[in-house]
């Protein structure tokens, strides 16, 4: 179905017809290329001082990042539980075993405290754990600072999936860069699009050397066919990047306007009592890809399912906060550690509309809407 407000659409206003045609006229649109090359660079410009390569979805990165990490059959891997099946997945897919970690409730992200628990804890019962899965939340940095002196500590890598935090920072650092390896997601609704699309990053550049090697189904460089190891179909096309390349070029733009979105809604919900935010901490930049709210319905009157339908009516796309995986049935015989934040987040959340080109005036109806529930309640 097609709203008439979207959840998040992407938005197509600068170079991607431009680079798209030339791609075409090129008849270049293998996982080779110009674009392939200039989007590498661009995003590594962005991030500073790290090294990318340019893959055909985020899930990909991750499983490749995995792959890098060394995660193999019977390791357990930390994962924050708050997320989308695709920060744990690929754990799976190496036949090794996601712990899943609950929340706090300021940023929504794994917290720092139950980590460093967790991983005590996974010790003591003679395993320690491959990595940490660490996830930025609606583009909400995490923790930094407090999760990477845990992972320091006991010397466990970070895997950062910043798939919703392109152009969120942390400190004025980009959200990826924090960890041994950091992946971002370009997929239809994320804050910029490729069609399908997501990179792995390091600033170390035999990781990314290999990640490229692995992703072209670790072809040898010969003239012939040659392969010393099992690789991936896993890296970007020409066509996909060119219109990966026109976003990037408007990733500040759409992250100015995105948080515009947010505070707007934030104005707008002021005096609406039972309604909350994620915290942004001095600290953190978020690019708010989504601006998620909770309700607390003993105040509000109203759930979040209710809204979620009467702003359907109209038209309106709305969306649950990611189900907890430790919830999911596919992984409720994993090992969870927490009590019920990311839980009772779920109960209560909603995302909002939260287009880079989202008007105001659609914000107003939104808040209208929300507004005549509140009444109607009492
Ligand atoms: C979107 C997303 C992914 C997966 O990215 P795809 O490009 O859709 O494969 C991974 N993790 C999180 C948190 C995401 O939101």
């Not at 661009?42 to 890098?68: E, F, P, W």
């Not at 990733?251 to 309604?275: A, C, H, T, W």
């Amino acid at each position: 179905m097609a709203y008439r407000i979207p959840l998040s659409f992407p938005v197509f206003e600068g170079n991607e017809n431009h680079y798209t045609g030339e791609v075409l006229a090129s008849g270049n649109l293998a996982t080779y290329g110009s674009f392939i090359d200039k989007f590498e660079k661009k995003l590594a410009r962005k991030i500073k001082s790290h090294q990318a390569v340019a893959l055909n979805s985020g899930t990909s990165a991750l499983h490749l990042a995995m792959v890098l990490l060394g995660i193999g059959p019977g390791d357990e891997v930390i994962c924050q539980s708050f997320t989308f099946c695709a920060s744990a997945n690929p754990i799976v897919y190496l036949g090794a075993k996601p712990i899943f970690v609950d929340s706090e409730t300021d940023t929504w992200n794994i917290s720092p405290e139950l980590l460093e628990d967790v991983i005590l804890t996974r010790i003591a019962s003679g395993k320690k754990p491959k990595a940490i899965v660490l996830v930025h939340l609606f583009g909400m940095p995490a923790k930094i600072k407090e999760i990477m002196e845990v992972a320091l500590k006991y010397q466990i890598p970070v895997l950062e999936d910043a798939a919703e935090a392109v152009g969120s920072k942390y400190e004025g650092n980009s959200c990826g860069t924090f960890g041994k390896i950091g992946i971002f997601s370009f997929n239809g609704n994320k804050i910029i699009t490729s069609g399908g699309g997501g990179a792995l990053i390091s600033n170390e550049t035999s990781i990314v050397q290999k990640a490229a090697h692995l992703s072209t189904q670790a072809r040898e460089d010969l003239p012939y066919y040659q392969h010393l190891e099992i690789g991936y179909n896993y890296k970007m096309n020409n066509l996909t990047a060119a219109i990966g390349l026109a976003q990037l070029e408007k990733l500040d733009e759409f992250v100015r306007r995105r948080r515009k979105i947010n505070q707007i809604y934030r104005e707008m919900f002021s005096n609406f009592p039972g309604i909350s935010f994620q915290d942004e901490s001095n600290e953190s930049y978020s690019n708010y890809w989504l601006t998620a709210i909770l309700i607390d319905e003993k105040v509000t009157g109203f759930s979040n399912d209710k809204l979620r339908l009467t702003l359907l009516k109209k038209g309106i796309e709305t969306r649950f906060l990611w189900k907890p995986l430790h919830l999911q049935p596919v992984f409720k015989e994993l090992p969870f550690y927490g009590g019920n934040v990311a839980e009772s987040m779920f109960l209560k959340g909603l995302c909002l509309p939260s287009s880079s080109n989202l008007s105001f005036d659609q914000q107003e109806e939104i808040a209208s809407l929300i507004e005549k529930d509140i009444l109607k309640s009492f």
